[in-house]
């Protein structure tokens, strides 16, 4: 079942600006994951956030997670043309029976624009 | 090795036979998952391993599907009786420790195509 749901859809935005992303869901987490894909590539490990920890920062993204409120945003600052890439957020839980799931959203498509 | 490996990166089917899809994880690494994308959207999972052991198929369709993570050997995703549907590109990950910090690296994946 769909987890995480990021919005928007789609961006698009000026070199130079910053993106932000956001991630909803709907179930207990242990932690959430961006991914970044590039067209018709695999996925790229972005950040990891602890479902104990509200910020975190990687050069230039910083994620927040609020679990009160069940989401997560990415920001990309002084953004690039080379930060064009679908960016996905990834939930993971643990459910019955020690199971374990990575739920992915459906993507947040981000054109930068040189 | 250091990264995930996924072969074929492409694989085009006629329908109703049969797609086999292999992955070798990350050296030391212990879980397995396998995803199926369709048109770029969004990441369906579809079965995790523990070794060589299921460690959950919730996401495996019931019929056609099957898979395998046997010792010293790629894992392998296997669709028999392909369908126009199964066009996707299957991503296979790797994760050392599902608790603690389960960093899941991804392979390149393999676009399958059904025609």
């Known amino acids: 079942s769909q987890q995480g749901e990021e919005d928007p859809q789609a961006l698009s935005i000026q070199e130079g600006e910053n993106a932000t992303m956001n991630c909803s869901y709907k179930t207990s987490i242990n932690n959430l994951q961006w991914y970044r894909q590039n067209s018709g590539r695999g996925l790229v490990h972005l950040i990891l956030i602890r479902s104990n920890e509200r910020e975190k920062h990687s050069g230039r993204l910083r994620v927040t997670l609020d679990t009160s409120k069940k989401s997560s945003s990415l920001l990309i600052t002084a953004s690039r043309a080379a930060d064009t890439a679908s960016y996905f957020c990834?939930?993971?839980?643990?459910?019955?029976?020690?199971?374990?799931?990575?739920?992915f959203g459906k993507g947040t498509k981000l054109s930068v624009i040189p | 090795g250091e990264e995930v490996a996924q072969t074929p990166k492409h694989l085009v089917r006629g329908e109703g036979q049969k797609a086999k899809l292999y992955c070798a994880p990350i050296?030391?690494?212990?879980?397995v998952f396998w995803y199926q994308q369709v048109l770029k959207n969004e990441f369906k999972f579809l079965i995790s391993f523990q070794n060589e052991n299921v460690f959950d198929e919730t996401g495996m369709p019931k019929e056609r599907f099957s898979a395998k993570c046997l010792p010293n050997s790629p894992c392998s995703l296997e669709i028999q009786a392909t369908k126009l549907e199964d066009s996707a590109v299957y991503f296979c990950a790797s994760s050392q420790s599902q608790k603690g910090v389960p960093e899941a690296f991804f392979g390149q994946g393999t676009r399958l195509t059904v025609v």
């Open positions: 990834a939930t993971t839980s643990y459910s019955g029976a020690g199971s374990y799931q990575l739920t």
């Open positions: 050296k030391g690494h212990s879980y």
